[in-house]
C-alpha cells in the first residue's frame, strides 16, 4: 500500500450547514497526519480548471459555526461530458492527488464512483439537507434544516393561532420527505403530507373542519416538496370547501443556510476525520456515512443503490399525536 501523500476535499451540488465542519476535519486531519491537504473551490467546474489552494490548520479557523462552504460549490454540466471528465482527471495527475475528498449529495457521489471507475482514489462524504441518502442514517445539513423548519413553523404558529387560520408550510426535500416529517412531527402538525403517498383532498379538509368544531384555533399543514399536492394547490382545495382563511409559506432556501447545529458540526466532524483515515487504510472508491451512531464506509455505487421504504413508523406517528 502507497502512503498517502497529498489529498484534496471538494464541495458539489447544493450546500448544506456543516460542510465546513467537515473541510475543517479534513484539513487538519490530514495535517495531524503529516499530508498535504489541497481545497477545490466551486466543485467539478474547480476541480477541471485547477482551482486548487493549500491549506492548512489556519485556513479553516472560523468556520466550524459558519452555514455554506467556504470552498464554494457549483453544478457542472460539463464535468459530466467526455471532454470535461478528462480534464479533471488530468489536473488531478499535475497536482499529484492521492485521495479526493467529494462533500455532497447524490448527483456529486455518482462524479465520485465515476471517477473511482477511472482508478481516482475517491471518498464521498454526505452532505445534503434532504437526508435521501439511505444508506446513511443522516446526511450533514439534514438537522439543522430540520431545525430551521421547526423556528419557522414556530414563528407561523403564532401568528395563525391569533388570527384562527389554516397554515401549510411547504418544505424543500425533493422526493424525500424527512424534512417535512421530523419537521412536522417536531411542531406538532395536524397534517404531514410526504412524496409517494396519495392524499384524499375532501379528508384533510374534513380533518381541517373537524379540528375547527374541537376549538382548534390553528391547523397547521406541513407539506414535502415532492408530495402529491402542492400547498398552493391544497389552500385552493381547503378555501374552497371549508371556507376557512388559508396562508401559504413556502421556506424554501431560508432551510439551506444557518449555523450548522451541534449534530450536525459533530457528524461532520466526524465524517471528515474519517474520510482521511479510510483513505489512509488503502480503501477507495467508499461512501462514508453513520449507521446507528457508528461510522461507516462502503462501496459508493453500493451506497447509491441503497433504497429505503416509506418510514411508516413516523407517519403513523404524526397521525396519532394529531388526533
Ligand atoms: P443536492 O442533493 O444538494 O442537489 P447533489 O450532489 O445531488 O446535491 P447534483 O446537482 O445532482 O447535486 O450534482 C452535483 C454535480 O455532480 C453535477 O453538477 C455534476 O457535475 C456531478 N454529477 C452529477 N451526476 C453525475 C453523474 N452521473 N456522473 C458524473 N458526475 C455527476
Redesign the pocket.
Known amino acids: 500500500m502507497e502512503k498517502i501523500r497529498r489529498i484534496a476535499v471538494l464541495t458539489?451540488?447544493?450546500?448544506?450547514p456543516g460542510m465546513n465542519a467537515a473541510i475543517r476535519a479534513i484539513v487538519r486531519t490530514a495535517g495531524h497526519y503529516g499530508i498535504e491537504a489541497y481545497g477545490i473551490k466551486n466543485?467539478?467546474?474547480g476541480l477541471m480548471n485547477g482551482e486548487f489552494e493549500l491549506m492548512n490548520s489556519k485556513s479553516v479557523a472560523e468556520i466550524l459555526q459558519r452555514g455554506g462552504t467556504m470552498l464554494y460549490?457549483?453544478?457542472?454540466?460539463?464535468?459530466?461530458t467526455d471532454e470535461?471528465?478528462h480534464r479533471a482527471l488530468m489536473v488531478l495527475e499535475t497536482f499529484k492527488i492521492d485521495g479526493l475528498i467529494v462533500i455532497?449529495?447524490?448527483?456529486?457521489?455518482?462524479?465520485?464512483?465515476?471517477?473511482t471507475d477511472s482508478g481516482v482514489a475517491a471518498i464521498g462524504v454526505p452532505?445534503?439537507?434532504?437526508n435521501?441518502l439511505p444508506y446513511t442514517d443522516s446526511t450533514i445539513g439534514f438537522d439543522t434544516a430540520v431545525n430551521t423548519a421547526v423556528s419557522a413553523i414556530g414563528n407561523l404558529r403564532d401568528t395563525s393561532s391569533s388570527h384562527g387560520m389554516v397554515s401549510i408550510v411547504e418544505l424543500m426535500g425533493?422526493n424525500c420527505g424527512d424534512i417535512a416529517l421530523f419537521a412536522g412531527i417536531a411542531s406538532g402538525g395536524d397534517i404531514i403530507l410526504v412524496p409517494n403517498e396519495e392524499y384524499d383532498e375532501m379528508e384533510i379538509c374534513r380533518k381541517v373542519i373537524d379540528g375547527k368544531n374541537r376549538g382548534k384555533h390553528h391547523c397547521l399543514i406541513v407539506v414535502a416538496e415532492g408530495a402529491s399536492i402542492s400547498g398552493n394547490e391544497l389552500k385552493k382545495t381547503i378555501v374552497e370547501h371549508t371556507g376557512m382563511e388559508c396562508r401559504v409559506t413556502i421556506l424554501g432556501h431560508v432551510q439551506r443556510g444557518g449555523s450548522p447545529t451541534a449534530t450536525d458540526r459533530i457528524i461532520a466532524s466526524r465524517m471528515g476525520q474519517y474520510a482521511v483515515e479510510v483513505l489512509m487504510a488503502g480503501r477507495t472508491g467508499r461512501a462514508v456515512g453513520i449507521a446507528k451512531g457508528e461510522l461507516i464506509d462502503m462501496d459508493i455505487t453500493e451506497a447509491l443503490e441503497v433504497k429505503r421504504g416509506p418510514r411508516e413508523d413516523l407517519i403513523k406517528l404524526g397521525k396519532i399525536l394529531a388526533e
Open positions: 458539489s451540488g447544493g450546500d448544506s466543485g467539478y467546474s460549490t457549483a453544478r457542472s454540466k460539463e464535468f459530466m470535461g471528465f455532497g449529495g447524490d448527483g456529486s457521489m455518482r462524479g465520485a464512483a465515476k471517477l452532505g445534503t439537507i434532504d435521501d425533493r
